[in-house]
Nanobody, 115 residues
């Protein structure tokens, strides 16, 4: 199982980025996929996730209205569209696949929001 996150970078406050999580060895339609992030000196936190059961999405309060998660089952890829970025969004962002007790993490992609 591999989850390959990409799309991070340096962006000014108010800008946008789209993260991608390309997944192999895992059936996207049967697994919950989430985005997490970890800022220096802070615990890893859940940002957003999408359920394989009903397609519903969860967003942390800090990103509601700014971020949108989506899936492309044909490409086995999950995206996180991030708009109106703030300096406090600066963190390494990770994607995670899970089903029951099985959890798979990808490597992170750095997002830096700074002027």
């Amino acid at each position: 199982v591999q989850l390959q996150a990409s799309g991070g970078g340096l962006v000014q406050p108010g800008g946008s980025l789209r993260l991608s999580c390309a997944i192999s060895g895992l059936a996207l339609e049967k697994n919950n996929i989430g985005w997490f992030r970890q800022a220096p000196g802070k615990q890893r936190e859940r940002v957003s996730c999408t359920s394989s059961d009903d397609g519903s999405a969860y967003y942390a309060d800090s990103v509601k209205g700014r971020f949108a998660i989506s899936r492309d089952n044909a490409k086995n890829t999950v995206y996180l569209q991030m708009n109106s970025l703030k300096p406090e969004d600066t963190a390494v962002h990770y994607c995670r696949g899970s089903r029951g007790a099985s959890v798979y993490w990808g490597q992170g992609t750095q997002v830096t929001v700074s002027s």
